[in-house]
């Protein structure tokens, strides 16, 4: 099976004391499942604005990139390549604003009750189950592991 592309995604564990925010976005692909504010790195973007650019946009919230939890390869369910930078951010300003088109449901969780939830109602589930375990884990690193883009 030969692979459709390379997608460079960014996505956020936001969290607000002790919970974090999960969303159900209004994708053919995503219907019914959870995961966590993610979108598409635009071309010559670079990935730290990408991460906050998505979080406002898909929630409202302006957040601080305060770690990472690493990068992640897979092929989606789409037969993309994806490489996924995932963050950890906290909430500084705004307020949720889900834009309906684009999310369809959202909640504030504790981490350790997402290892409760089914596969099937997991976006990308491998994924989103080792991030959840670096969280748990506390496995997030300085985001000055990723450097300013250059021009």
């Known amino acids: 099976m030969s692979q459709d592309g390379i997608v460079l995604v960014a996505?956020?564990?936001?969290?607000n004391d002790d919970k974090v925010l999960i969303i159900k976005e209004n994708k053919p692909t995503a219907?019914?499942?959870?995961?966590?504010?993610?979108?598409?790195?635009?071309?010559?973007e670079d990935i730290l604005y990408s991460a906050q650019r998505e979080v406002k946009e898909e929630t409202g919230f302006d957040v601080k990139l305060i770690g990472?939890?690493?990068?992640?390869?897979?092929?989606?369910?789409t037969n993309n390549q994806v490489i996924?930078?995932?963050?950890?951010?906290e909430v500084t300003g705004g307020s949720l604003n889900l834009e309906e088109d684009v999310i369809s449901d959202s909640k504030w969780i504790k981490v350790n009750e997402l290892v409760t939830f089914e596969n099937k109602d997991l976006r990308e589930p491998s994924v989103i189950?080792?991030?959840?375990?670096?969280?748990?884990?506390?496995?997030?690193?300085?985001?000055?592991?990723?450097?300013?883009?250059l021009i």
């Open 11 to 15: 996505s956020v564990s936001i969290f």
């Open 31 to 44: 219907i019914d499942k959870w995961n966590f504010p993610i979108g598409h790195v635009e071309n010559g």
């Open 68 to 77: 990472t939890t690493g990068v992640y390869n897979f092929v989606s369910n």
């Open 84 to 89: 996924l930078f995932h963050f950890v951010g």
């Open 129 to 149: 189950k080792q991030i959840i375990n670096n969280l748990l884990q506390e496995k997030i690193y300085p985001i000055g592991v990723y450097n300013e883009q």
